[in-house]
């Protein structure tokens, strides 16, 4: 997963999505971590679409 940083506003909306704590909001920089399991809520809970999956996951 990856974050496209000029459109997030870090409301953290997607942090409170993952039902597997791997995001992290650090100030301005929204980390992904390796607890991830490619469920995709946080790119539905996202509301300005900033979060799109990368090719390798
Ligand atoms: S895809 Fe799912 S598990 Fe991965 S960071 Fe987003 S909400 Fe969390
Ligand atoms: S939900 Fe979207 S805009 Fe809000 S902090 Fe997460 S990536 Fe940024």
Known sequence: ????????MHCGACVGSCP?????LNEVI???H???NQC???TKAC???AIQMEAGG
């Open 40 to 42: 995709r809520r946080c």
């Open 34 to 36: 390796q607890e991830c």
């Open 1 to 8: 997963m990856k974050v496209i940083i000029e459109k997030c």
């Open 30 to 32: 929204i980390d992904f």
């Open 20 to 24: 597997s704590n791997a995001i992290f």
């Open 47 to 49: 509301p300005v679409g």
